[in-house]
């Protein structure tokens, strides 16, 4: 199985290397990312495009989830100066940067939709000291954004961490998050996206976590039975380009890239008002047995204790640069506080 994604590393990167020419001299900028066209991380990148190409003669070429493989594909590929702008969520990144895992430490992000819009605009932490630590692995982040509220789905309801008890859920290979779900009294079970869905058909697998549009669009409720919303999390992601490749433009170029990558935040920011309910409603519509929970502050009560240890690990697995980050990340969500 090795050997076979590297030589799919290996063919993906050949493929893409030999579509257009080198970096310094394209006019046509490539750009991967996670999801299909249609998805939050689609809308994203097709707004980008959009601007991009309405402000200079540069063409940016997409390439949705599975074009050029997995995830850790992308961003090796990124990361060599392959792609030009890479669109990844830091549950892979956390790998690469550890400090990225603080979007894994369970209630910590807000669950109202403007004070969470309003964090990401203002952050501190997002948009300045992030933007270091990426720097110094070879990318410019270019802006991080909210993607929605996180559920998990299971075979059977969940009001408590003991519900967990043997339940294997799979989740990005991310270590925090493997903690998290550790602490929820499950077992972690990290799995390549592409087998999700075959995992729970066959129950090597029992549950998975992502937003609600995601759930939909992968279909992941005709393999499972419940939807419940834990209140634990909202899924982010970022954009990034190859930090050389940037560095490299003209500042006229800079700046159409940063006002591109801008007008698209603002634009699925706007986008996802009333994403999650209407997926929701698709789902039930699809298959009206499927049971949605919504736990009460009591039953969050009991995940909310089991996040205190995850927020230590979080700070054990990345020392004081990440509990630097980590505190900066709560000043700035006090600043956005209602």
Known sequence: MKTNRTALRSLCAFAAMAMVPAISQADTWRYAFEESITDVQGVFATRFKEEVEANSDHEIQ????????????????????????????????????????????????????????????????INEDFKRIYADNGLELLNMYPEGEVALTTKHEVHSPADLDQVK????????????????????????????YGGLQTNIIQGQENPVFYIESAKIYEVTDVITFLGHNNFTTAIMANKDFFDGLSEEDQAVITAASQSAFDHIIEYQKGLSEQSL?????????????TLSEEERQAFRDAAAEVEAKFIDMTGDSGKAILEQFKKDLEAVSP
């Open 62 to 125: 997409l390439f949705p989830y599975g074009t050029l493989g997995e995830s850790a594909d992308i961003m090796e590929q990124a990361q060599a100066g392959i792609l030009q702008f890479v669109n990844q969520s830091p549950g892979f990144t956390g790998a690469l940067i550890p400090e990225a895992q603080v979007f894994f430490v369970p209630y910590l992000l807000p669950e109202d939709h403007d004070s969470l819009s309003a964090f990401f605009s203002q952050s501190k932490a």
């Open 169 to 196: 859920v799979r989740v990005m290979t991310n270590p925090l998050l493997v903690e998290a779900y550790k602490a929820f009294g499950a077992t972690p079970t990290p799995l390549p996206w592409g087998e999700v």
């Open 281 to 293: 409603e698709k789902i039930l519509a699809a298959k009206p047995e499927m049971k949605v929970l």
